[in-house]
T-cell receptor, first 115, second 111 residues
Framework: DVKVTQSSRYLVKRTGEKVFLECVQD?????MFWYRQDPGLGLRLIYF???????EKGDIPEGYSVSREKKERFSLILESASTNQTSMYLC??????????????FGPGTRLLVL | RKEVEQDPGPFNVPEGATVAFNCTYS??????FFWYRQDCRKEPKLLMS???SGNEDGRFTAQLNRASQYISLLIRDSKLSDSATYLCVVNGKGGSYIPTFGRGTSLIVHP
């Protein structure tokens, strides 16, 4: 059974703190993604990765960085958390194949509150 | 202009009703199309892919109109458990296939 896990379901941090969100998939997928989801704005892509040590900016990368040292793990880093980064963060992975094979498998999400 | 547009709803329908959602996309080079379902406070999950010839899965039917650049989802005989947000997703070509999500359409099925 396909599985994507995220390190925390709920997280409360203070402004200025460094925040690490971890995502692990057990499907040997090449592609991994980080999104944030906010009411009325839908899912927005922050960063994605096609392979180990490889990363590409999505639509809203400002204030975030990522790390992919191992194929199964993709980390999202908030260098200095701000209140406007309060959101639901979703990780996803896909197998690299034809376009209709690349369906997204999501983790359960991390609800981050920055005070 | 948003790349993928959906009516946010909510669509409020009684059990047993038939309901349809549309989704328009702006990139004519889009490769593939999907509907995802997202329950409240949960992650999105794939509902069905959308093929050029149309496809059906039980009470759910998906259609693609490339000429007009829209996809549709039809739900027949709605159940209370169909209440959710339905996300339209379009895969475009990048290094791999980068998905663009619509903002979702909310469906509420009431007794």
């Amino acid at each position: 059974d396909v599985k994507v896990t995220q390190s925390s379901r709920y997280l409360v941090k203070r402004t200025g703190e460094k925040v690490f969100l971890e995502c692990v998939q057990d499907m040997d997928h090449e592609n991994m993604f980080w999104y944030r989801q906010d009411p009325g704005l839908g899912l927005r892509l922050i960063y994605f990765s096609y392979d180990v040590k490889m990363k590409e900016k999505g639509d809203i990368p400002e204030g975030y960085s990522v790390s992919r040292e191992k194929k199964e793990r993709f980390s999202l880093i908030l260098e200095s958390a701000s209140t406007n980064q309060t959101s639901m963060y979703l990780c996803a992975s896909t197998h690299r194949g034809t376009s209709d094979q690349e369906t997204q498998y999501f983790g359960p999400g991390t609800r981050l509150l920055v005070l | 202009r948003k790349e993928v547009e959906q009516d946010p709803g909510p669509f409020n329908v009684p059990e047993g009703a038939t309901v349809a959602f549309n989704c328009t996309y702006s990139n004519s080079a889009s490769q593939s199309f999907f509907w995802y379902r997202q329950d409240c406070r949960k992650e999105p999950k794939l509902l069905m892919s959308v093929y050029s010839s149309g496809n059906e899965d039980g009470r759910f039917t998906a259609q693609l109109n490339r000429a007009s650049q829209y996809i549709s989802l039809l739900i027949r005989d709605s159940k209370l458990s169909d209440s959710a947000t339905y996300l339209c997703v379009v895969n475009g070509k990048g290094g791999s296939y980068i998905p663009t999500f619509g903002r979702g359409t909310s469906l509420i099925v009431h007794p």
